[in-house]
């Protein structure tokens, strides 16, 4: 009887510290997707990317026109 019964309480305990983990974790990814800036690019980033693409396709047309 005394074995079933602590193994029975090490079993709560190995299965109460796992639902807290469970929650941790949800809990950690949670805060980190909604502080993720990574998918959201600013305005200014936006303008800068088109401004060399710009850039790059001059570019580009100089050297066709210069190799052609």
């Not at 909604?34 to 396709?57: C, H």
Request: net charge positive; proline share 1%; glycine share 2%.
């Amino acid at each position: 009887m005394r074995t079933i019964a602590l193994a029975m309480a090490s079993r709560r305990r190995l299965v109460l510290s796992l639902a807290l983990l469970a929650l941790a974790t949800a809990a950690a990814l949670s805060l980190l997707a909604t502080r993720s800036q990574a998918g959201t690019p600013s305005t200014s980033e936006i303008s800068t990317l088109k401004a060399q693409l710009a850039d790059a396709q001059r570019d580009a047309r100089f050297w066709q026109q210069l190799t052609s």
